[in-house]
């Protein structure tokens, strides 16, 4: 019977270890190890082998459920054997079915080397190297498009002098920025996934390790990532929290006003982000035209003051919130 590659992968995992009920954090540990994928992959995997097998979920003969654990395999008749002396030593996993029974249902004997336990540093490696890339690149997105916007907006903005070539140079600051920012807190994200074992414990280590980005910029808007990652998937498991449907544009809503409200406080410390750098070192440059003073006045300031600031210092935070989110919360295809 054909069995696609991860499907018998999970297959051979249960007969390993057959002696024992495998949790499902284990299974998409072993098996979904590169990818983020929801319980419904999980069960679909076993209803296939369990096809495959010919098996019954209400009287299982080969996979049995283990209510609000995982799947443990159950047959009995398990054949195990090894190379010859002097070849390198494999496990061979083989699933004996009736041939009276099912005889179209016969999986090949697979030969395999015997997995090694993953152990939890290695894990935290794996899950960081997954998770950073793709935060850094959903939030380098975002400021490409920020920063793009915000350059068309500032050129036409009434009594502005900006040339319109200022919006691709605003977009690779923004996208570098991004890609800088969203790589340090999303690696910290993962890191936080993979140490922290209980709920109680989870949203205390999203929050610090999302802080651990250097610099008051860093610790306030990745303690904000994490408070807000921490709020939006509270109730999920199994490895990296990945919502789905509406709660994943809910999860991405939460994790941007978090990370805007972090913005307002940097502000309101002293400390210009991306937006009101560039206009402190336009302002002090002689005929510089980057200026944002012409964004200010489209609010009814005279100048670029404590209002557009603070519009400017959450709209920047929020839109990296978005882009952070959408790296992290984004499912890799099978």
Known sequence: MPLIPRYFDLLLLLIERRREAVHRREIFDRVWADAIVSESALSQAVRTIRKALDDDPRE???IRTVSRHGYRFVFPDVIEEE???GAVRHATAAVPVAAAQAPEAVIPEAVTPEAVPETPARRAARLVANRWPRASAGAAVAGIIAGFVGGLILAFAPGSFAPIAIAPVLAVIGGGCGALGGGGVGAGLALA??????RRSRPFALILFGAMGGGLEGVMIGGGAGLGFAIATRRTELGFAVPRGGKRWLAAC?????????????MFSGRPLAGGTIHVIADAADGSRATLAPLGRLIGEPDFGPVSSAILAFGESAVFGIGLSYGLMRRRQR
């Open 60 to 62: 299982p003969r080969f």
């Open 83 to 85: 190379e010859e002396e």
């Open 193 to 198: 996934e993979a140490i922290a074992r209980s």
């Open 254 to 266: 939460v994790i941007a006003l978090c990370c805007g409200l972090a913005g307002l406080a940097i």
